[in-house]
């Protein structure tokens, strides 16, 4: 039977990518590894009481309901709290624009069923979320890439590509963006946005970070700037943005639960594909966010979490400036959960990794965030999970590391001078 | 923006069907209306204190692991667990054979993103499970029929079917089949089995309710036959079954935990696909399966579900008997939540089902099962769901439904005489 399986699989198989990130978590698991790889949230704010009495209420007041087949959709009550929630600033969500997904993840992979054929060209930032690069590559997807700086996506290239490449989306983290942890300008955002309605492209704006800002102004969504631009009077959103939401990170990851909010058109689709790919996502969990939504609990917790990693994001900045070696670079994020960091030329972060892990400390290497490949010299630091303590240890291994590594390339240039 | 997103939408979204299941369940949700549609275990029997006590057990125990993000092919200790079960008569299973899904119809959804390129053939029964099409279709899979009577699926014509079509899958229900209720003999089970294995077709067994048996015996499963014919020394299953198994039909839907029992370089893939489909399946849940599961409470908690369902079986049965026509035919289930009828020649019950709401009930007409279409007189009750007394109720209200319809009918013919 060795080759049984191989012999059998779809097309669509040979498209897959494994994640790095995943298959990371794996190899640094061991409790003596410092792991920056992984992008977990901080166990330390995991709200377990409050998840532990929703649940009980929940269960208490309507455990048939809970424990029972729900529509695909969602849980009705949810789908009208998030869709409230969202016009607060004016914009006309309905809950006809709400989809509840198991996770951000599938809502990427159902943008990709339903619009995505073989050989579709998605535009993404460079480096971007390669969750997205994996959710989408199965079914066919092909990239066109951005660079970004400091401010996100460089637009001033964008009107270009979107008339000479025609993408049929674009896929955009506007607030500190996974993984290099820049947030994109407001004129930036605007410009993106003028290009997609006059280009017809749709935009997927994953923002899970969003309500993580340590400093700095807010500044407004893809959807609130494209309902303005557009200037029509729906009173049912009907426009080019697919925007992703999620619990997991203001309330936990393991509840596996998230929102889209797109055109109702969009959404009865997403419905119907939910059906057949797994009928809905858990009742108890929408109905243990529902209650810690309603009651205004998740509003009250974020600040927590904002402190939390706002934290640490500082420890970490300044261990590095301590104990890198000047010619490594990095980016400063106002919020969420990443930070990115730039080698010199000719430096390949995954070999360095190897290094890293022998010194008990662990990072991803950027290359699978970049989707046209060939960039060896970035690398992602997560500093939302490990304590303020384990961040200066970490970040000390790390700068060895790095120093050694410089150090070994310097006489490696001047062997060759 | 009226057709936007349908210019968008990818190829595969043209071979999506809708479930005449899922939108009937709005349809029939007035309490007025006694339903027979869904296929919805009784929310009498869901175990909401031991949930509740096993949720409040985790969180407490082990909170930060179950709001966390975990490995995508499932929660360690539930994943061995699993395998012990399965291993108990002998079976080679061992972790790495199971893979944790969101509920079986995602385990069915996987199958086809692993193992269906646009045009192969799946073999199915006639009728079998709607959402086991609707799974499979958006990956382009075509169907080919074998019909069945109440011993399951009839296996004399089989081979000829696999050697002149030669199927990709085979996707079979062995036991109290959704829809018609029947359950496969010994004998067909052992020929269906021999010719997957002459003919290298894998097969899809779908197992929900095999733990539902009300009488009768138990038959081995298809896993256990091809394993015993087989005949290796493996340490570890390597053969042609994919077997989905679920906790919906034996704790509760609402969690969607479920697995699938395949040849570990499967799984492995199906970990890979998940990855990029929605990262895992909500760990809570999966921790709470797993208490509930380890300290037998399931095992014991099963008896219950098994003298409900036969209770209610029995007085559908009864009903049916005092109140259907006798040119209406119907199968005898020994155990799961379906049986299935079969109305005289020449009428149509999606016509019926109109007739049958006006009287406040209602049941899912039998086309949709029916993956080659044209058979219109055949339709799906489920006797789960509603209590003795509103099964009682319905089955007279569809006794005068029937009774009118049939009426009419030899009214028509005779006029034609």
């Given at each position: ?105 599938q ?38 890439t ?26 955009v ?31 997927i ?12 102004e ?55 594909s ?68 730039t080698?010199?030329?000719g ?53 060895r ?9 310097t ?7």
């Amino acid at each position: 039977m060795q080759n049984f399986w191989d012999q059998r699989y779809a097309q669509r198989v040979k498209l897959m990518k494994s994640s790095a990130i995943r298959d990371l978590l794996k190899l640094t698991e061991q409790p003596e590894i410092i792991s920056f790889a992984g992008g977990l949230p901080a166990p330390d704010v995991f709200p377990i009481e409050q998840v532990d009495a929703a649940s009980h209420k929940v269960l208490q007041e309507r455990g048939a309901q809970a424990l029972q087949y729900g529509p695909s959709e969602g849980y009705g009550p949810l789908l009208e709290l998030i869709a409230r929630t969202a016009s607060r600033d004016g914009l006309p969500i309905t809950p006809e624009n709400v989809f509840i997904t198991s996770g951000s993840q599938q809502g990427l992979d159902f943008i990709g069923r339903l619009l995505v054929n073989p050989g579709d060209l998605v535009l993404v930032e460079s480096p971007t979320y390669m969750g997205a690069l994996q959710a989408l590559a199965p079914y066919g997807a092909e990239y066109v890439t951005i660079p970004s700086d400091e401010h996100g996506m460089i637009t001033s290239s964008l009107e270009e590509v979107l008339a000479t490449r025609k993408p049929k989306l674009m896929y955009v983290l506007p607030n500190f963006q996974n993984p290099a942890g820049v947030t994109m300008s407001l004129e930036r955002r605007r410009q993106l946005v003028e290009l997609a309605i006059r280009y017809e492209i749709p935009i997927i704006e994953d923002d899970p970070y969003s309500q993580l800002r340590f400093e700095g102004e807010h500044l407004p969504s893809l959807l609130t700037l494209e309902n303005e631009l557009r200037g029509t009077e729906e009173d049912t959103y009907r426009g080019y943005i697919i925007q992703l939401n999620t619990f997991s990170k203001v309330l936990a990851p393991g509840l596996r639960v998230a929102w889209m909010i797109a055109a109702p058109e969009l959404v009865r689709k997403l419905v119907q594909s939910k059906q057949g790919a797994d009928l809905q996502t858990a009742s108890l969990n929408q109905m243990i966010a529902y209650e810690l939504m309603r009651d205004g609990f998740i509003e009250r917790h974020i600040p927590l979490i904002r402190r939390t990693y706002r934290e640490r994001r500082d420890v970490m900045l300044n261990a590095m400036d301590e104990h890198f070696p000047a010619c490594i670079h990095w980016t400063r994020p106002e919020g969420g959960m990443f930070l990115w960091i730039t080698l010199p030329e000719g430096m390949n972060a995954t070999e360095l990794l190897r290094e890293a892990v022998k010194e008990n400390v662990a990072f991803v290497p950027g290359a699978s965030f970049h989707a046209e490949g060939g960039v060896q010299n970035t690398l992602r630091l997560s500093f939302s999970n490990a304590t303020p303590e384990r961040i200066r240890e970490g970040i000390a291994r790390l700068g060895r590391v790095f120093h050694k590594a410089v150090a070994a390339q310097t006489t490696t240039a001047s062997t060759h001078v």
